[in-house]
């Protein structure tokens, strides 16, 4: 990645409820069998609720480590409906990245940046015994704005290209939690690796995760750990933290810190 240079009110209400529910069904437990017994018929069948299915989840986060941090949206649709089923998908995401990098070729000897960049894919996929597989493809833009102007940084400039994405997971209520998720932008030959595993402990996912990125002009490398939440369905919540390693020039050795949270619906 590119870098910058900062591094019970309704307590009383709920236990009422709970006692009239007790309350209430103790009646109805003592009165049915009773009723259906004179009536010569037995009680009607609890009615069996539905699933929930989801057609949508919408995402955004922020990541901050010496020298850079940026913020991004973005979601996912299925198109057939059910986000929980093989299909084909949509997935946009937008991204604002501000960071800053020493030079010896400009005035004062530091450059700041501004980086947008977007994409917009279609992907397909399939769940498997085990895990489910996802991939994209589609176009991108990255511009970098650089104050001042620097000749030598690629980077600089509007460009356009072709971004991939691919991604395995574990099921979503598996106790034992694994991904591998992998992009690459052509715009600025832009790749992205990450590699998460974990325990899943009813809804609270903990483990470690390792992440390897970079572009023409640098790369970075990452090794820390993640606690996600997913109890609060259906939203997610997921903190990550460690460190991480760049040019020198760019920042150096660091820790970083990244929260990401979703909604589905």
């Given at each position: 990645?590119?870098?910058?240079?900062?591094?019970?009110?309704?307590?009383?209400?709920?236990?009422?409820?709970?006692?009239?529910?007790?309350?209430?069904?103790?009646?109805?437990?003592?009165?049915?069998?009773?009723?259906?017994?004179?009536?010569?018929?037995?009680?009607?069948?609890?009615?069996?609720?539905?699933?929930?299915?989801?057609?949508?989840?919408?995402?955004?986060?922020?990541?901050?480590?010496?020298?850079?941090?940026?913020?991004?949206?973005?979601?996912?649709?299925?198109?057939?409906?059910?986000?929980?089923?093989?299909?084909?998908?949509?997935?946009?995401?937008?991204?604002?990245?501000?960071?800053?990098?020493?030079?010896?070729?400009?005035?004062?000897?530091?450059?700041?940046?501004?980086?947008?960049?977007?994409?917009?894919?279609?992907?397909?996929?399939?769940?498997?015994?085990?895990?489910?597989?996802?991939?994209?493809?589609?176009?991108?833009?990255?511009?970098?704005?650089?104050?001042?102007?620097?000749?030598?940084?690629s980077n600089e400039?509007?460009?356009?290209?072709?971004?991939?994405?691919?991604?395995?997971?574990?099921?979503?209520?598996?106790?034992?939690?694994?991904?591998?998720l992998a992009s690459?932008?052509?715009?600025?030959?832009?790749?992205?690796?990450?590699?998460?595993?974990?325990?899943?402990?009813?809804?609270?996912?903990?483990?470690?995760?390792?992440?390897?990125?970079?572009?023409?002009?640098?790369?970075?490398?990452?090794?820390?750990?993640?606690?996600?939440?997913?109890?609060?369905?259906?939203?997610?919540?997921?903190?990550?933290?460690?460190?991480?390693?760049?040019?020198?020039?760019?920042?150096?050795?660091?820790?970083?810190?990244?929260?990401?949270?979703?909604?589905?619906?």
């Amino acid at each position: 990645m590119a870098y910058c240079r900062y591094s019970a009110f309704a307590h009383g209400l709920v236990v009422s409820a709970i006692r009239v529910g007790i309350g209430v069904g103790c009646a109805l437990g003592i009165c049915l069998p009773d009723i259906a017994k004179a009536a010569d018929v037995a009680p009607p069948a609890a009615r069996v609720q539905p699933l929930k299915t989801y057609s949508t989840v919408l995402f955004g986060g922020f990541d901050i480590r010496t020298h850079s941090y940026y913020g991004y949206a973005g979601g996912v649709v299925a198109l057939n409906g059910n986000i929980a089923t093989d299909g084909f998908l949509l997935r946009g995401l937008v991204l604002y990245n501000p960071y800053d990098y020493t030079s010896t070729i400009v005035a004062g000897g530091v450059v700041d940046g501004k980086m947008t960049s977007a994409n917009a894919m279609i992907g397909y996929q399939k769940y498997f015994q085990g895990f489910v597989a996802r991939f994209y493809a589609g176009a991108e833009y990255e511009g970098h704005r650089l104050s001042p102007s620097n000749p030598f940084d690629s980077n600089e400039g509007d460009h356009y290209g072709v971004h991939l994405r691919g991604d395995i997971e574990t099921p979503y209520l598996s106790p034992v939690y694994g991904s591998l998720l992998a992009s690459y932008g052509s715009a600025t030959q832009r790749w992205w690796v990450r590699g998460r595993g974990g325990y899943n402990f009813n809804g609270f996912i903990i483990g470690p995760e390792g992440m390897l990125t970079g572009n023409r002009v640098t790369n970075e490398q990452r090794v820390g750990g993640f606690v996600t939440l997913r109890s609060l369905a259906p939203f997610e919540v997921s903190i990550a933290g460690g460190y991480s390693r760049t040019d020198d020039t760019r920042g150096g050795a660091s820790a970083y810190g990244t929260l990401e949270l979703s909604i589905a619906f």
